[in-house]
């Protein structure tokens, strides 16, 4: 094997567009990978082999399609594809499928990219777990709900992946698996065509190997070339630990004290506090996510319960439960400190953050915790993770950089730039 598949898919994109590489050869390292991988990390739902080996071949017989011409791409089970199945990480929907492509997938096909197949998702991209593992211990858990993707990516059984986040579907499982994930702005990649769980904090991103590969997948899904400016070392990065931060454990502390002193070296690294409303947006954001995911599953839910997993029928029943005017003054926090959020860049580009409590936690059961996560996504503003350093089991612990709402050039500039300082010995 040659394993092109271990190339970034910036490099590997730019071979392809010069020729010096097949399509054909590039996915079949990658199909490779796969054969030899997948019985122990289960990141495919469905894998479309034939399917994608035509699209290879199409490409390379053709010219040069787009910014993602030839690249492997893994699309969470969540997202509507015309030619394979569809089921949304549930048996409800076992054999679906839908008769168009979502928005993004077809973007990404309108780009050049190939769609290998579909990756593992929680059940409905929430928390009841499917059967993938983590890369680095295959008796830890990847994260979720994004599992599929952040695995094969990690895995380099895919070049690039979708995933979504309603809670912390994209940072957490990247953090976990030791690889890069962006959550845009809110609505930045559009939504069409995806099994929506809350609509107020749904958002697509994606999981790629590096920041330049993620900003390349942006770019190309957006038709923004800003989203692929150069690294950037930002004037001043704010170190954000979070009114959660009581929920860190050791190596998150010891990876965001190494990061800060790192990055001092090449910018200003300040303190960065949230204002005092900050404090209830985790417990608003909980609010708000199971209340929608009860209304959005409400026809599953009455027509289809008994094949729910318990705990999301406990979720259900609760967001049925929870009294409309606790949902609305929920909203209103998150509105309020949205509004307030320019107060807290005031004095920096933007805010370094733990991407998880620690590193993969042991066991399949359970996916790990979201909290690092949910007021960052209930703010609607871009976040990055990247990796930075090991935990006590020698796997990976992840930041993540928050940016401003709307400003996600900038943050994936400064992501870009901490991720080579946080590379370097």
């Given at each position: 094997?040659s ?18 590489i097949?399509?054909?050869s ?22 479309d ?12 017989q ?24 569809t089921?949304y ?19 990404t096909?309108?780009?050049?990219g ?18 993938t ?41 990247a ?34 190997r ?31 630990r979070t ?6 454990q ?12 790192k990055l ?18 985790a417990?608003?954001?909980t ?12 026809d ?10 318990g ?11 929870l ?31 733990p ?9 399949l ?10 007021v960052w ?8 993770t990247?990796?930075?350093g ?17 400003d ?18």
């Amino acid at each position: 094997m040659s394993e092109l598949n271990r190339l970034s898919a910036t490099e590997a994109a730019r071979r392809l567009a010069r020729r010096e590489i097949t399509a054909e050869s590039l996915l079949r390292d990658c199909l490779a990978r796969v054969d030899e991988r997948e019985p122990t990390v289960q990141a495919w739902k469905f894998l479309d082999r034939e399917g994608a080996l035509r699209q290879a071949r199409a490409l390379d017989q053709g010219p040069v399609r787009g910014p993602l011409h030839g690249l492997p791409v893994g699309v969470k089970d969540v997202f509507d594809t015309h030619d394979m199945p569809t089921e949304y990480g549930s048996p409800i929907y076992r054999g679906h499928r839908p008769r168009s492509d979502a928005a993004v997938v077809a973007l990404t096909r309108r780009a050049g990219g190939i769609v290998m197949g579909k990756t593992v998702t929680t059940e409905f991209a929430t928390m009841f777990p499917g059967p993938t593992r983590n890369p680095h211990d295959p008796e830890r858990t990847p994260g979720g709900s994004s599992s599929g993707s952040a695995a094969a990516v990690a895995d380099f059984m895919a070049h690039l992946a979708f995933g979504t986040q309603t809670a912390g579907s994209i940072i957490r499982p990247a953090a976990y698996c030791g690889i890069v994930g962006y959550k845009p702005t809110y609505n930045t990649l559009p939504r069409g065509g995806f099994k929506s769980d809350a609509d107020t904090l749904d958002t697509v991103g994606v999981l790629a190997r590096t920041v330049a590969d993620a900003a390349l997948f942006a770019s190309a899904l957006t038709g923004r070339p800003d989203l692929r400016a150069e690294p950037a070392a930002p004037e001043r990065i704010g170190l954000c630990r979070t009114y959660q931060w009581d929920r860190a454990q050791p190596e998150t502390v010891a990876a965001m004290r190494a990061a800060a002193s790192k990055l001092s070296a090449g910018t200003r690294v300040v303190d960065a506090e949230l204002p005092q409303r900050f404090a209830g947006l985790a417990a608003a954001q909980t609010a708000v996510m199971w209340y929608e995911v009860a209304h959005s599953l409400t026809d599953e839910y009455s027509r289809h319960r008994d094949a729910l997993s318990g705990p999301l029928r406990e979720r259900c029943e609760k967001g049925f439960a929870l009294a409309p005017k606790e949902y609305v003054q929920a909203l209103a926090l998150g509105r309020e400190c949205r509004a307030a959020l320019e107060d807290v860049f005031d004095d920096c580009d933007v805010l370094l953050a733990p991407s998880a409590p620690g590193e993969a936690p042991a066991g399949l059961a359970a996916t790990g915790d979201p909290i690092m996560n949910q007021v960052w996504t209930f703010l609607h503003v871009p976040c990055v993770t990247v990796p930075a350093g090991k935990g006590p089991n020698g796997l990976p612990v992840g930041v993540q950089i928050v940016g401003r709402i709307g400003d996600d050039a900038r943050t994936l500039a400064a992501a870009q730039w901490i991720q080579k300082q946080l590379e370097k010995e």
